[in-house]
Nanobody
C-alpha cells in the first residue's frame, strides 16, 4: 500500500529555517504529482506547495511564496519542503500528499486542493516561536 512518511519536525525561532522530507513507497513516485499542506490548531488544512512529477513545475500558496521551496529527488522517492524566514503563523502540522495518477498534467488549480490527493502522510509538527 501507499506510505508517505514525513520527517524534519522541529521548534525554531522566527526568521529561522527548517527542511521537511517525505519518503514515499508503494506508488510510482517519479511519475506522480506531490503536494504539501498544513493545518494549524482550530483551522482548516490548507495548501502550501505542489510539484510536478518531473520537478520542472512548482506552485505555492501566496503566504509562503518566496520563503518556501518544494523539490524532489525521484531516485530517492523523496519530496522536500525547504522553509526559510519562518514566522509564527507558519506553526502547524505539515502533511505530505500524493496524487498517485501517473503522468497527470500539472494543473495548479487542481493540485492546490485537498481533493487532488488520495494519499496522505501522518503529518509532522513545525513550531515557530516569536
Amino acid at each position: 500500500q501507499v506510505q508517505l512518511v514525513e520527517s524534519g519536525e522541529g521548534l525554531v525561532q522566527a526568521g529561522g529555517s527548517l527542511r521537511l522530507s517525505c519518503a514515499a513507497s508503494g506508488l510510482a513516485f517519479s511519475s506522480t504529482v506531490m503536494g504539501w499542506f498544513r493545518q494549524a490548531p482550530g483551522k482548516e488544512r490548507e495548501f502550501v506547495a505542489a510539484i510536478s512529477w518531473s520537478g520542472s513545475s512548482t506552485y505555492y500558496a501566496d503566504s509562503v511564496k518566496g520563503r518556501f521551496t518544494v523539490s524532489r529527488d525521484n531516485a530517492k522517492n523523496t519530496v522536500y519542503l525547504q522553509m526559510n524566514t519562518l514566522e509564527p503563523a507558519d506553526t502547524a502540522v505539515y502533511y505530505c500528499a500524493a496524487n498517485g495518477i501517473r503522468f497527470r498534467p500539472f494543473d495548479p488549480n487542481y493540485f492546490s486542493k485537498r481533493g487532488g490527493y488520495p494519499y496522505w502522510g501522518q503529518g509532522t509538527q513545525v513550531t515557530v516561536s516569536s
